[in-house]
């Protein structure tokens, strides 16, 4: 059990304008800016949807977390072979498939007063989609999560924590897929998938 449980202290709500205008801090700009200016339109044009936890016990309605999920597919007659035996090297059947369906979680942001070991919103979120995308009551069928990870150490540990894997072998073949010029700065996010045939809810953290 978490000593902060996002699930009994809070409400998982659609993001609706009124809430896109209320503050919200998370230490990253980008974050911060797709927030409050760019869920809403990605919404209305089908883009993607944006979830978020509502803590309503305070005075004032404080936004704990958002996320933003679509629907995407790993396509692997667009990636390297090892990459390609990677993703289907535990799907059953002597056929594969080019395309397989994926949600794509485009966007994850936790308040900075709501991160840290005493609250673990980031690991609750995780396990909540994991959960949801394997439940029987799917109405889709959906055999990957994908995600464009921050090309940052804190970031990418989290995601591993969490069982993904780089779809590329490293960040150089990455770079030289995405055709990416040699010489420029750091791939700023790298490409990173879940099997959720095989995956695991992690009940405490680390």
Not at 176 to 199: C, I, K, P, S
């Amino acid at each position: 059990m978490f000593p902060f449980d996002i699930f009994k202290k809070c409400d998982l709500v659609t993001l609706s304008e009124e809430l896109s205008r209320l503050p919200f801090v998370c230490g990253n700009r980008d974050l911060e800016d797709f927030f409050h200016n760019d869920a809403i339109p990605y919404a209305k044009e089908r883009l993607g949807k944006t979830y978020c936890f509502v803590n309503n016990d305070k005075p004032q309605t404080e936004i704990v977390a958002f996320f933003t999920v679509s629907n995407d597919s790993v396509k692997t007659t667009f990636i390297p072979k090892s990459s390609t035996n990677k993703v289907q090297r535990k799907v059953p059947g002597q056929k594969h498939l080019r395309t397989y369906p994926a949600v794509l979680l485009g966007r994850l942001g936790v308040a900075e007063s709501y991160k840290g070991k005493e609250f673990f919103v980031g690991q609750q979120i995780m396990n909540y989609l994991k959960s949801w995308f394997i439940d029987d009551d799917n109405k889709t069928g959906c055999r990957f999560l994908v995600v464009d990870a921050y090309n940052r150490k804190d970031v990418l540990d989290f995601y591993e924590r969490n069982k993904f894997k780089y779809l590329y072998l490293d960040e150089e073949e990455e770079r030289r897929e995405q055709f990416v010029a040699e010489g420029e700065e750091r791939l700023h996010t790298r490409l990173m998938f879940l099997d959720l045939m095989h995956t695991e809810i992690i009940d405490y953290p680390f």
